[in-house]
């Protein structure tokens, strides 16, 4: 069997500009693949809100092919796990199939990313996304961040909601859908990628064939510069029997090389399940939660240190995070060889699975314009060293957090 580290990364860039990457291992019974397109929350303008998501719906409701209905009856037959998803940053469609299927499932999928976008089909889901945001605004947590997040970029389209407002889809009309497709939906702002068993000459005519109609043009984005602040504001909700709390400070981009470093810093201080945040809050008792995450994106990214309590501990949850926050801490190389190892864990026990492996190359192509193989972003993990964690610690110090807090009306 041939190791991770063997696996061998193909890329090739069609005449219409669309990136195929390819890890291929001849060991596996089955392949994912998918479209990766560089567009999201943060590429709308406000008339739009919500239409990226929207969109994604709208591409399993009709194509050339294929209805609706048929669709979901053709990925039935052909035994796929499909999906799709949409972030601020960009918005994917994939699905894994087994390798006999592979060929069928790529023009299905490639006819897919070409929709009708029916007026009547439009209409009809609309009433779903209005649904779906009911039901995310009734989770605290989802309602916490999407609320924080664009108060704290104040206007700045990284702040974007990912579904919109009730206002915003209610008054989004199918010409604006279309509208908004056409500017994004290029191959030039796209990339196929696929990992598993396959044949890479094949791939890349079936891609090539699929895709040659597809006007292709440059598709840009504007990565406007923010600087962190430090901002306050409490958001009440009815019916919360918990108080919630997210601090927000600025963090690495997905393209500064610190941000190993930097995810392995927010391990070390507030791991959820071994740290001093979570010895000193949460297995104190006086928490239900309390952790550290990184998130990088476009031009920006973001610190954030997130708690759930009761009520009437919520002051005292807040004074232990900034006793452990601003605490002078010592880390030793086994501290450091412990938070390596986790991380390292998850990153290969997810990179044995096909799915996970092309997650990782498309997103890796459409952020930082590389697909690393597991060797490779393991070494990355283990080259930080503890002069790397002093460096980010005093770039990022974890300290004049903007603080948001969600409390019962």
Same mark, same amino acid.
């Given at each position: ?12 860039? @069609? ?14 019974r089955s ?76 023009g ?20 779903v ?11 605290p ?19 974007n ?7 915003s889809?209610s008054?989004l ?5 279309r509208s908004y ?5 290029t ?25 040659r ?6 598709a ?8 962190g602040?430090k ?14 709390? @997210? ?12 941000r ?69 801490n ?31 190359? +498309? ?5 930082? +314009? ?16 503890l002069?790397?964690i ?20």
């Open positions: 069997m041939k190791s991770a580290s063997s696996l061998e990364i193909l890329i090739e860039t @069609l005449p219409n500009g669309l990136v195929v990457v390819g890890e291929r291992n001849p060991v596996s392949a994912a693949l998918g479209y990766f397109v560089k567009t999201g929350a943060r590429d709308e303008v406000p008339a739009e809100s919500g239409v990226s998501h929207f969109l994604e719906h709208m591409l399993f409701k009709g194509s050339s092919r294929f209805d609706a209905i048929g669709l979901s009856l053709e990925l039935a037959r052909l035994g796929v796990q499909a999906n799709a998803y949409t972030s601020e940053e960009s918005t994917v469609y994939y699905g894994a199939v087994i390798s006999e299927h592979l060929a069928e499932y790529h299905v999928l490639s006819d897919m990313m070409r929709p009708t976008l029916d007026e009547e089909e439009f209409l009809l889901e609309k009433n996304i209005l649904e779906e945001i009911a039901l995310y605004q009734d989770r947590q989802f309602f916490l961040m999407d609320q924080a997040l664009f108060h704290y970029y104040g206007g700045v389209s990284s702040g909601s990912v579904l919109g407002s009730n206002a889809i008054a009309a199918c010409e604006q859908m497709f056409k500017r994004r939906y191959p030039q702002n796209m990339v196929f990628g696929i990992a598993g068993e396959f044949d890479w000459d094949e791939i890349l005519t079936l891609t090539e064939k699929a895709t109609h597809w006007e292709s043009f440059a840009s984005r504007t990565v406007e510069p923010y600087k602040k901002l306050e504001h409490t958001f009440t909700k009815a019916n919360l029997e918990q108080a919630y709390l @997210l601090m927000v400070r600025e963090g690495c981009s997905s393209l500064d090389p610190d190993y470093a930097l995810n392995l810093l927010a391990l070390l201080v507030g791991d959820s399940g071994n740290s001093p945040l979570y010895w000193n809050i949460t297995h104190e008792g006086l928490a239900e939660e309390v952790m550290i995450a990184t998130d990088e994106r476009d031009g920006t990214g973001l610190v954030m240190a997130y708690a759930v309590s009761s009520v009437n501990q919520l002051d005292m949850v807040r004074e232990r995070m900034e006793e452990v926050l601003t605490a002078e010592k880390w030793t190389e086994a501290d450091l060889q412990r938070v390596k190892l986790k991380h390292i864990s998850q990153v290969v026990l997810s990179g044995e699975v096909p799915m996970s492996r092309v997650m990782s190359l +498309g997103n890796g192509m459409l952020a930082q +314009g590389e697909a690393i193989p597991l060797s490779e972003r393991i070494r990355r993990i283990e080259s930080v060293s002069n790397d002093a460096r980010v610690a005093n770039r990022f110090p974890f300290t004049n957090w903007s603080e948001y807090r969600l409390l019962p009306a």
